[in-house]
């Protein structure tokens, strides 16, 4: 075998793995992120602080600043929604 076929299978091949298994680790990483999002945003009583620290008023003034609609939505949906356009980079996913 030749010598550099010897060294893309020791090094080159081993690399190739690592990045595929720290792929896949980010991958996991991101759906559990989101996962816990979405749990938070699913009951009002798991989002309540969220709910309380911010009157009415200044979540529906805040969220049309920002184009997000309001009209018949629920507060934690609106919150969300405003979280989301403002820190859905931060959170990658």
């Known amino acids: ?3 550099d076929r010897r060294e893309f299978l020791r090094h080159g091949l081993l690399r190739q793995a690592a990045a ?3 792929g896949v680790q980010e ?3 991101a759906a559990d992120r989101r996962d816990e999002f979405e749990r938070f ?3 009002d009583e798991s989002c309540y602080a969220l709910a309380l620290a911010y009157p009415d008023d200044i979540l529906i003034e805040t969220a049309k600043r920002y184009g997000i609609e309001t009209e018949g ?3 934690k949906d609106v919150a ?4 989301l356009s403002q820190r859905a980079n931060e ?3």
């Open 1 to 3: 075998m030749k010598t």
């Open 20 to 22: 595929f298994v720290s």
């Open 27 to 29: 991958g996991m990483a």
């Open 41 to 43: 945003f699913e009951s």
């Open 73 to 75: 939505r629920a507060k």
């Open 80 to 83: 969300k929604a405003l979280f």
């Open 91 to 93: 959170y990658r996913f």
